[in-house]
């Protein structure tokens, strides 16, 4: 399970409705997920699912380049590849993004 | 004051006039201070040009006396003038272009300049001394367009100038006249492994070479030895000495040697004219080292202002080499002689070196190489000409870590002697900063009196004069970074933070370099608030730096729901506002209402786009109950009510609330106030507790119910609610400024040590009224998180809304 290889875009708004490292939960068809903006302008859209056993959101976390700290129990993710950094374990599912003229893509 | 004031002209703006003008201001405010000098600049530390050079530090870093300095004392400056003669009879000096200043006093402290080696082609273009930020900025140019430099002299000078020359890219020959480097400071073992040392960092040596030609056209292209040898390079530095400036001595018929002839009260042969510094000669000596320069700096202040001194007896010099990685340092006499007692340990593994010289049994000098912990401790012993004994033996060579604590050593320091040679700061001026003014760090006492801020070799004392002056409440250790993301301390982050006027945590991050660029969730937060203490009015507050619950201004639930937690001052509410809170919570679909530990009522189970929503029905302001600030005040019912209760604990316990609310604190606040001795709100468990007695108050602090359960200890008693009041402004802001983010008040009172609590805040009244100022500055840029989030439509709805995709690709 990493980040999706296929899928259909859909949009998901403009650059600007996603403020610099706040993420967003966006939700499409029946997937509900976390979207984040890093401070070089890269979009990561996660699935908003804590991959910690209690479970929870993503989207309150905290951003720092394309790492995410998650907003309840504090494990660290990388928001590339969606796994979990020691010494913590899992992986979350990242989603691919492609931006065009300031629009954002995700696919599902 | 009668009468006019006197005219006092210092000829010289540097470091050793600067210091003895610092040092009269302390004195007295007799002078019309005018001051020229030949630089550009105001005065700037000319120790420290070698960091400038190695790119460690900038300009502006090592200014110390900015321009608004001289102007706050009204000192008159006239940089880039040059004073060319003394004209005694008519008592003015005279500058270059003529123009006459009248003159009661001088103190002339023109330093000295790069001696520069006549030999043929010695004023070629590519050949600087390095004495100067001119200099500096030659070096600087000649790095970005030569290669290849080679730097005349392997003293302590030359070698700075080389590493830095190394750190710019340039390939760096030093080429030195004798067999050893620094053969002035250190004895030939300690030479050999310098030498090595800075060979590993890349500067190549020509030893035993005489200079005797520098070669090329226009500009330099090598240097010819006196054995025929040619060495190709573009870029000459002559550090082979320098000699005192004595020019405008010499002009004014003054009694010149190598420098100014002085008295032990540094009075020259002309009358009422005195010299400071590297331009002095005193009982023969010249020195070139900074230390003495505020030896003797002290004891013509005194003089000049008619207070009583001893004289100058002269000045023990030791030397550190102020190269990152490379810790060399001696002190005294060092080259072994056969009526020398000689102590020595070497050590090729770890590359260190220590030697002590003894006579008849006294210390006269030590070299150290590599490690340098001890420097301090050995140039007091050696100035002293300490008596060897066991048990110093003992600590000073001894295997192991250092063995016992040698504060006693501070203990019997006197008062007026020199801890900080670079900036003349007195063990009397260090421990008056620390009972005075409440410092707690070496961080602070830099900030505050310029100890440690040069070249750091008297951080070991300031340490051990903290520990001795704190007893306990001062925390050594090693040095721990607040997160893996630096190696540095909060007190050091704070600190730098000050001094650099930063402003956003990237900011900081950049700036301290940081490993991870944009930090980590320990730092974020921490250094958000750090800025904001700091910077209650220019600080933006950065919401990607906070937790999800500040962020949020709600308690995150495991189910990504929020509990939503009202103000309830004092935990008194009203039957109107109860009935709002559970029309609200029916409406919202709330999933459950739970009274608190703090006397008010949860809210558990809010959607995320639906809290802006319930604020604003609510209409009440928020509790707070996620944040790192104060929280509740819990109450008994007192005097209002209760047949026992002697204050009216409700009404001061939300007078309290609603002061102090909404502000940022290193960790969650928690109050009790009661109304008599019975404790019904439990102040022994809260981050202050207060009790009502018959006549007045008693205020606890640092309790704590939670993990780590701690009773609070009685500070003080007061007699009104204004001084309660200001009290509780005074503890907060105290612990806002020294408190580690996270830390409650529980770690911080032992941290700190209540009686140090105690003779900031309760006993010093000056620095209680200072405290509550501040508080009260910052309380004033506090704002209304709801109100704020439901004014603000756009961001909120960023914040707080998803965005729904409409299921077309």
Redesign the interface.
Known sequence: MTTKQSG??????VVE??????G??????DH?LA?FRA?DGTIFAADNHNPHP????LA??????H?L?D??Y?W?IDLTTGLVQAPDNGQVQMYPVKVENGQVW?AV | MNGKKENLIIIGNGMAGISTVEQILKLTTRFDITVFGTEPYPNYNRIMLSYVLEGSKTLDDIVLNDLHWYEDYGITLHTGTTVTRIDAETHEVVTEDGTRVPYDKIIIATGSNSFILPVPGHDKEGVVGFRDIADCNVMLEAAKQYKRAAVIGGGLLGLEAAKGLVQLGMEVTVVHLMEDLMERQLDPQASAMLKAELERQGIRFKMGAQTSELLGGERVEGIRFADDTVLNVDFVVMAVGIKPNTTVARESGMEVNRGIVVNDYMQTSLENVYSVGECTEHRGVCYGLVAPLFEQGMILAKHICGVETAPYEGSVVSTKLKISGVDVFSTGEFIDSPEHTVISHKDDWKRTYKKILLRDNKMVGAVLFGDITDSAELQKLIKNQTEMTEELYGSLMGTGCGGHKKATSVETMPEDEIVCGCNGVTKGTIVDVITNQGLTTVDEIKACTGATRSCGGCKPVVEQILQYVLGDGFSSGAKQGICGCTSMGRDEIVAEIRAKGLQTTKEVMNVLGWSQPEGCSKCRPAINYYLGMIAPDTHEDEKESRFVNERMNANIQKDGTYTVVPRMYGGVTTPADLKRIADVSVKYDVKAVKVTGGQRLDLIGVKKEDLTKVWAELDMPSGYAYAKSLRTVKTCVGSQFCRFGTQDSMAMGARIERKFERLDLPAKFKYAVNGCPRNCAEACTKDIGIVGNDGGWEIFIGGNGGIKARLADSLCKVKTDEELIELCGAIMQYYRETGNYLERTSEWVERMGLEHIRSVVVDNLEERKALMQRIEFALEHVEEPWQKAIRNEEGQSKMFHGIEVSARP
Do not use: H, M, N
């Open positions: 259909t875009y859909f949009p998901a708004g409705e996603f403020l610099p490292r706040i967003r939960v966006v939700e499409i068809k509900q979207v401070s209690k479970g929870g959101p309150e976390g905290i951003v720092s380049g790492y700290y907003p309840l504090d660290k995700i």
